[in-house]
């Protein structure tokens, strides 16, 4: 009777153990480590360059992940761009301003799956006052990070052909 209640024991202690945590794993990568952007104004004092990046979030977790978005239409995380070398003072040129709605629902990632954004980077997204000279750098490695925090970085060249 002693040894079936020791059995029993030891088996509720197994099955009542430690609660396990469930938690998302997202992980970004994007489709190039380097992409070319190119001037689509040809616009010496206002110049428009753009690329476009493809980017995939796995979760490679046991928990659904969650990416914020800015509004219930759009399917695109809301992202940052932050420039990492060379270092300038006003950040990447691609760096986007968000003015968003509340209460949006997040795009939800469950384990296992993924989800894909074809982002069409546009810079310099802000020129100074008085004319011509833009804000941020147009060239070099960057991280491009969602708001949870998940990133990826690459390299942005300019195209310099006329």
């Given at each position: 009777m002693m040894k079936r209640a020791l059995?029993?024991?030891c088996l509720v202690a197994i099955a009542c153990g430690?609660?396990?945590e469930h938690v998302a794993r997202l992980v970004l990568s994007t489709d190039q480590a380097s992409y070319v952007a190119q001037n689509v104004t040809r616009d010496a004092r206002f110049p428009q360059f753009t690329f476009t990046v493809i980017t995939r979030v796995d979760n490679a977790g046991?928990?659904?992940?969650?990416?914020a978005r800015c509004t219930p239409q759009t399917s695109t995380?809301?992202?940052g761009i932050a420039q990492l070398a060379?270092?300038?003072?006003?950040?990447?040129?691609y760096n986007p301003a968000w003015a968003c709605v509340g209460s949006v629902p997040p795009i939800r990632i469950e384990p296992g799956a993924s989800?894909?954004?074809?982002?069409r980077l546009v810079g310099p997204l802000a020129f100074k006052s008085g004319g011509g000279a833009y804000i941020g750098s147009l060239s070099g490695r960057v991280?491009?990070?969602?708001?949870?925090?998940?990133?990826a970085e690459f390299t942005i060249v300019i195209d310099t052909v006329p």
């Open positions: 059995v029993g024991i430690a609660p396990t046991d928990a659904p992940g969650f990416l995380p809301i992202y060379p270092v300038h003072p006003d950040g990447s040129a989800h894909v954004d074809t982002l991280r491009l990070s969602y708001l949870d925090g998940v990133g």
